[in-house]
């Protein structure tokens, strides 16, 4: 009898609108090496997956073969893990329904796992961040979309079709900004990269005073977070706007599941202290009067790349192993 051969890496794969990330990440989870590519180089997603196809292979030879790999996970914006699709996804390129594992598997011969990108953030900050050791809490990740992702007794909950958690599409404002769901009034609208400068622009407008923001022709929430260090006030009051809506929405989630944290990510939440403490006083008056000063209202210390490849890599460990070359 042949002894079988120990597979000890995985491949962690985070995708965004405009970055896709990849690493080959050991039984321990130590990053052995990774790289990126623009994701929006490949609005067809056929011709994007015969290059991460082609990426992973040559990233996995330079790290011991590609036969030392037991299998691959990937982190993406609107994916479900239960069918391994991302569907009708409103913040990347491809639209309709996209079955991503099955191309990568088919094309790679490995077991590949699909899951939102909120649940595998919730994965890494389970097995590496500030939710090590917790059995219930929730993950919300504030980037260019809002997403969700709550622990209960130590598993992810994903709902019938693997869709549980969208918060940023629940509403928050009715017949309110127009989401790139197509709804009217959705959280994301007002709490995504795009409906935090809107927020910034209205306030712009609506205003003579001087402000740091009207400097720039462009602007995004770390330019924001820069203007509040300057003190702008325009700029605190765009955060101070929006970490209401966030402590409110946030206070009704954790009235429904009774967490023992929320832990905030992504690019939206390094704005830290200007988002997060307004926020936080809203959601303790909204917040059921039983669970008032109770829930842990946290931001994420692990680089959010870094934490979606391991994530991803977690994801990748949860799966039967396949191999067409056995």
């Known amino acids: 009898m042949q002894p079988s051969t120990v597979k000890n890496k995985v491949v962690g794969i985070d995708i965004s609108y405009d970055k896709t990330t990849y690493a080959v990440v050991d039984v321990r989870g130590k990053i052995i090496t990774r790289d990126d590519f623009p994701t929006t180089n490949y609005p067809d997603v056929i011709k994007y997956v015969a290059e991460l196809s082609r990426r992973i292979i040559n990233i996995t030879e330079a790290c011991g073969g590609y036969d030392t790999i037991r299998s691959i996970g990937i982190s993406a914006p609107s994916a479900s893990f239960l069918t391994g699709c991302i569907e009708n996804p409103p913040n990347l390129l491809w639209k309709g329904v996209i079955p991503l594992a099955a191309l990568l598997r088919d094309r790679l011969g490995m077991a590949v796992a699909l899951g939102n990108d909120a649940h595998v953030t919730a994965l890494g900050e389970s097995a590496y961040g500030g939710a090590h050791g917790m059995q219930n809490f929730v993950i919300i990740a504030l980037g260019n979309g809002v997403g969700s992702c709550f622990f209960s007794h130590g598993s992810a909950h994903l709902g019938y079709d693997g869709y549980a958690g969208e918060f940023g599409h629940t509403t928050i404002v009715p017949g309110g900004r127009t989401c790139g769901c197509g709804k009217k009034g959705c959280l994301e609208a007002y709490l995504g990269a795009k409906g ?14 001087p402000s740091l923001m009207r400097e720039f022709e462009r602007l995004s929430p770390h330019i924001i977070t820069q203007c509040c260090e300057e003190g702008d006030e325009l700029a605190i009051e765009t955060y101070r706007k929006s970490g209401y809506i966030l402590g409110v929405a946030a206070a009704n989630y954790a009235s429904l599941i009774d967490p023992e944290a929320i832990i905030f990510t992504g690019g939206v939440a390094n704005a830290g202290k200007w988002l997060l403490e307004p926020a936080h006083e809203a ?10 000063g109770k829930v842990k209202f946290m931001r994420s210390t692990i680089d959010d790349r870094e934490r979606d490849v391991l994530g991803a890599s977690a994801l990748a460990w949860c799966i039967p192993e396949y191999s067409l070359f056995k």
């Open 196 to 209: 935090i400068t809107q927020t910034a622009r209205e306030l712009l407008e609506a205003s003579d005073k």
């Open 283 to 292: 959601f303790e008056e909204h917040i059921f009067y039983n669970l008032k």
